[in-house]
């Protein structure tokens, strides 16, 4: 995998992260997985040799401590997730909002302000940011979520052009629907989220989300691959929405 050596990988104890995490520690990278849970990253350490770290992305001087003295040439953030999903906007609740904007998006900007400098020293480095179809177009009952995610939009396309002459590439991923931990977080219920969102419809698996990351990592290194957008077959966004006004 050209010649990255070291990856760190954020939510890395489910979904995506996970499986991304797997996928590189099989492919000879050493992988530094992080989340909150420490039981599930003593269980990934033991299936896939993921050096753990049980940090909070929302706790700045944990991460520091962290990223001292690590030389993260593929960077995955994929630490993210939703509550009050399904809500329209002016029935959320406010309190979620500081976490949504805090974990989804503030997360990002520390971990990249710690790995991208030295990145940029050694003039090598892949960041891969998952941002969603979410942060691409318009959606109901999701507004903080699709608010933050198109702020991941924004961050890789703005990073992009900040890292110009280095050979510091950066992925933006924007999957669909994904069956994950995600949903079952959303709405704090994992047996509603199953009959919601993933029964009777065609989901994505993280598997199919780290073929794409690998994809945009195995690429020659003068080749940057900007941005991915994916979907199950039987998702697509569509158009313009029309309702009746009520007087
Ligand atoms: N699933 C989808 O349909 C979908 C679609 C588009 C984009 N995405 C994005 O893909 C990324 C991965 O999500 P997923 O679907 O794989 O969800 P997931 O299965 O719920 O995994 C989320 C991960 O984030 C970690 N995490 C959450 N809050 C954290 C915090 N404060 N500090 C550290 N780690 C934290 C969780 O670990 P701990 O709980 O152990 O901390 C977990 O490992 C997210 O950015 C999500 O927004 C998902």
């Known amino acids: 995998m050209n010649d990255y050596r070291i990856a760190l990988v954020t939510g890395a104890t489910s979904g995506i992260g996970r499986a991304v995490a797997v996928a590189l520690a099989g492919r000879g990278l050493e992988v530094h997985a992080v989340a909150r849970r420490g039981d599930m990253l003593a269980e990934l350490e033991k299936e896939a040799g993921c050096r753990p770290h049980a940090v909070d992305v929302s706790d700045t001087k944990a991460l520091e401590a962290m990223c001292d003295g690590l030389e993260v040439d593929v960077l995955i953030n994929a630490a993210g997730m939703a509550v009050g999903y399904l809500k329209a906007h002016e029935q959320g609740d406010i309190d979620d909002f500081d976490v949504m904007v ?17 990145m940029v020293e050694r003039d090598r480095g892949h960041i891969v940011n998952l941002g969603s179809m979410w942060g691409l177009y318009p959606v109901g009952g999701a507004t903080t979520y699709a608010t933050v995610k198109g702020a991941i939009h924004q961050l890789s396309q703005c990073l992009r052009v900040d890292l110009l002459g280095q050979r510091v590439r950066v992925t933006e991923i924007c999957p669909g629907r994904v069956e994950t931990g995600f949903h079952a977080t959303a709405l704090g219920d994992a047996e509603a989220a199953r009959k919601t969102f993933y029964e009777g419809n065609e989901s994505l698996s993280p598997e199919d989300v780290t073929e794409a990351i690998l994809f945009a990592l195995e690429t020659p290194p003068h080749v940057n691959i900007s941005m991915i957008e994916m979907a199950p077959q039987m998702q697509a966004p569509s158009g313009v929405t029309f309702a009746k006004p009520l007087r």
């Open 102 to 118: 805090d974990v989804n998006v503030t997360a990002y900007l520390r971990l990249l302000r710690l790995v991208v400098p030295g």
